[in-house]
Structure formats: structure tokens, C-alpha cells
């Protein structure tokens, strides 16, 4: 007797255990998620804190996926440098010789500029980072774009602080649990830096775009303030941001607006210093006239 043209689904028991177990796991999905919303309306704080277990936690699984990410990387680099080092031996030579002329010349106006610092009696408050921590990973794609750093709110990290590598910055404090933060990188699309163009020391606003750049706008009108290769800086103006940290360099034009790529890469940084909150001075009342 030949087998039925059509089958009714329920005919394999596994297939039924699969819907069965489908069913189950969106169901419990849907409780969680219902679970989760109300106690994020009706008690923040508990939600809060519970944010900040799997903040932790997924650093832990970040760091290790982060390790096997640099392992692969590594090796691919040495296999790479193997065959290259021949022809960039001669190239580095070249390059050393420069650097030393280079070297010579920045020692002697270093000296001059200590000079003269000396004779105006100029002194420099530059800012002390609260700590340095380690980035354990960050956000590749999407408009939302975050790193995890390996400390919490236990080593004294708080929301607002920012963050810097070697480089330039990084961004800032979003939320912390109490061994890891999430940092707002620069290029997220909710954030906004306060810049100035070095060049012509003209204000402008960065923002993130989401795709990995950033788009600067001026703050003063008319003209083309920018150029390709231009670098911008924070101007601590408002405040969070120390001024004169650099920030990105311009890539393109688009109209009298500039696309720029921050100077700090996330994923390529292994350690980033937590700086405090900057407070702009407040400038003190002009004294009264004498009568």
C-alpha cells in the first residue's frame, strides 16, 4: 500500500516536541519582557541595578571573546610582518634618520617654549584621570554604538565621566554596574561634543552619525570653515569635556558641513583613563565702578 500523498504535521513526535518547546520559549519570552517593563515603570532602581548585573556580566563574556579577537589578530600581523620585513627595513631606516632630525628640532623648541613659559610665569592645569581600565569590547554596527569598560561604579566610575585613550576621546559614562560600564562612543547617534576647528579656532558641534564618522557643524555662519584633514578638539565649553582633547579629523566636505573620523578606535584600544566631570570656571563679576 503506498504511503499518504500528505502527512499531517503532528505524524513525528519530534516535530510536535520542537512546536511544543517553540511555543514555550515564546511564551516565557513574553512573560519576561511583560516582567521587565512593569518593573521598569514601577520601581527604576531595582531595574537600575539589575542593568548593572548584566552589564557585568557581559563583560566577562566580552573580555574573553575580546582575547580570541586579539590572538587571531596578532598572528595574523606577525605572518604579515614576516614577508614585509624586508622591504620596510630599508623604509624604517629612512624614517629613523628623519625622526632623529625631527627629534633634535622638537628637544630646541621644547627648551625655548619652557623659556619663555618661565618669563610670562604661565602654569598648566592639566587634569588628573580618576583611573585607567581596560576595553573589553564595543559595538561594531547599528545607530546605537557603546564599549564596555572593566570598571564599575565599586572603582569609583559614575554617568557623565569621560573617557580617553592615547589617542584622543572616547566618549562618556552612559550607565555602570559595579565591575563594568558602558561608554557612549562618539560616533552614537545621541551624542554631541562641543569642538573648535584647531586651525582658525572657530567653534562647532560634533555629532554622531551612527556609521562609524561624525558630522561637524559651525557655530558661526557663512563661509566653508572647514578642510579636509582639519583637526578639532573639544572646546569645554559647557562643560563634561576637558578642553583641547583631540576629538577626530575631517574626511570630507558636505556643504558648510564636514564629515570627520574620530582619532580614537574602540576596538583597536586596550586601556582608556576615566577622567572627571570638567566644570568651565566661572568668570568673576566685573567690580564696580569707584565713584
Do not use: C, W
Not at 521587565?36 to 556580566?57: E, K, N, Q
Not at 585607567?132 to 569590547?137: C, D, H, K, P
Not at 579656532?201 to 558661526?220: F, K, S, V, Y
Amino acid at each position: 500500500m503506498a504511503a499518504p500523498r500528505h502527512r499531517r504535521r503532528g505524524f513525528s513526535r519530534r516535530v510536535q516536541y520542537g512546536l511544543f518547546a517553540g511555543y514555550v520559549i515564546a511564551v516565557a519570552g513574553i512573560v519576561l519582557g511583560a516582567g521587565l517593563l512593569l518593573l521598569s515603570r514601577l520601581d527604576p532602581r531595582a531595574f537600575g541595578t539589575l542593568r548593572g548585573i548584566v552589564i557585568d556580566a557581559g563583560a566577562v563574556v566580552s573580555g574573553v571573546g575580546r582575547s580570541g579577537v586579539n590572538a587571531v589578530r596578532d598572528a595574523g600581523e606577525a605572518v604579515s610582518d614576516y614577508f614585509m620585513a624586508g622591504s620596510e627595513n630599508a623604509a624604517l631606516r629612512s624614517q629613523l634618520a628623519a625622526q632623529r632630525r625631527a627629534q633634535i628640532a622638537a628637544k630646541a623648541v621644547a627648551a625655548e617654549n619652557a623659556r619663555l613659559k618661565a618669563l610670562v610665569r604661565l602654569q598648566e592645569n592639566l587634569p588628573r584621570p580618576i583611573l585607567s581600565a581596560r576595553l573589553v569590547g564595543s559595538t561594531p554596527t547599528g545607530q546605537r554604538r557603546f564599549a564596555t569598560l572593566s570598571a564599575g561604579l565599586a572603582a569609583g566610575v559614575k554617568p557623565g565621566m569621560t573617557v580617553r585613550s592615547p589617542e584622543g576621546l572616547v566618549g562618556r559614562i552612559y550607565e555602570g554596574g559595579l565591575f563594568a560600564s558602558r561608554v557612549l562612543l562618539l560616533t552614537d547617534g545621541e551624542m554631541a561634543v562641543p569642538v573648535r576647528i584647531v586651525r582658525t579656532g572657530n567653534p562647532a558641534i560634533a555629532t554622531g552619525q551612527g556609521d562609524g564618522t561624525m558630522e561637524i557643524r559651525g557655530l558661526i555662519s557663512g563661509g566653508r570653515p572647514f578642510r579636509r584633514g582639519d583637526l578639532v578638539v573639544t572646546s569645554g565649553t559647557g562643560g563634561i569635556f576637558f578642553p583641547n582633547v583631540p576629538v577626530a579629523v575631517v574626511l570630507r566636505l558636505r556643504g558648510d558641513r564636514a564629515i570627520a573620523r574620530p582619532l580614537a578606535d574602540p576596538a583597536r584600544a586596550d586601556f582608556a583613563a576615566v577622567y572627571p566631570v570638567y566644570q568651565a570656571p566661572i568668570a568673576d563679576p566685573p567690580a564696580p565702578p569707584r565713584p
